[in-house]
């Protein structure tokens, strides 16, 4: 198993401004991911985090507006650039020991944007 | 294109009582399908995970039934209680290309208990 801290837990921000969500695993892992967790609808996979190598977005989703950090198995960043309200939602560091292995999630990090 | 839905989007049930949860899936190819626990401020944890040979899985209070062939599963919770409130995520698993493996999620079922 794998123990995620995920910190801010809830921050509600300035449009415009840029947020910077941090993911701390207490073991190296292999992947991780980001995801987005809007209200009534399912996680949506935003990129993979990869340490060493810029991370691998899903369609849809951008580096230059959620630039991704890995410097190491058991760290990594996600910022929101630029934010609108349409950002506003639940944001989650997910990590997994193997490709088909079970995901841990961190407790999430909900972003207002006022 | 992989999808998977769930049913009912909400529920209400008093405690002590049992209840059903309905996942149906188009994901292929299938790997192997995990029914998650989302509690209001948390994320996801796993209560089971189906392969394509296992037809029941239980996990105390918690079963889960899987029909390949018709691409469903169940997840029954018996003698509920109040800590069962929540949003249970149906994930199934699908072969990406090579050896990944890409998860897709539905959007759950919030499941309210009352005393």
């Known amino acids: 198993s794998a123990v995620i801290s995920q910190k801010p837990s809830r921050d509600i921000c300035q449009r415009g401004t840029s947020l910077t969500i941090q993911c701390q695993v207490d073991?190296?892992?292999?992947?991780m991911f980001w995801y987005r967790q809007q209200p009534g609808q399912s996680l949506t996979l935003i990129a993979t985090?990869?340490?060493?190598?810029?991370?691998?977005?899903e369609s849809g989703f951008v580096i230059d507006k959620f630039p991704i950090s890995r410097p190491n198995l058991t760290f990594s960043t996600l910022t929101v650039s630029n934010m609108s309200p349409e950002d506003s939602s639940i944001y989650l560091c997910?990590?997994?020991?193997?490709?088909?292995?079970?995901?841990?999630f961190g407790q999430g990090t909900r972003l207002t944007v006022v | 294109k992989n999808q998977v839905e769930q049913s009912p989007q909400s529920l209400i049930i008093l405690e002590g009582k049992n209840c059903t949860l309905q996942?149906?899936?188009?994901?292929?190819?299938?790997?192997?399908l995990r029914w998650y626990k989302q509690d209001t401020g948390r994320g996801p944890v796993s209560l089971t995970i189906?392969?394509?040979?296992?037809n029941t899985k239980s996990n105390g209070r918690y079963t889960a039934t899987l029909d390949a062939d018709t691409k469903q599963s169940s997840l029954h919770i018996t003698a509920s209680q109040l800590s069962d409130s929540a949003s249970y995520i149906c994930?199934?698993?699908?072969?990406?290309?090579?050896?990944?493996?890409?998860?897709?999620f539905g959007k759950g079922t919030l499941l309210t208990v009352n005393p």
């Open positions: 997910s990590v997994r020991t193997g490709w088909d292995s079970e995901a841990f």
């Open positions: 994930v199934v698993s699908a072969i990406s290309g090579g050896s990944n493996y890409k998860l897709t």
């Open positions: 996942c149906n899936y188009t994901v292929s190819p299938f790997s192997n």
């Open positions: 073991s190296q892992v292999t992947m």
């Open positions: 985090a990869n340490q060493g190598s810029e991370a691998t977005y």
């Open positions: 189906m392969t394509f040979s296992e």
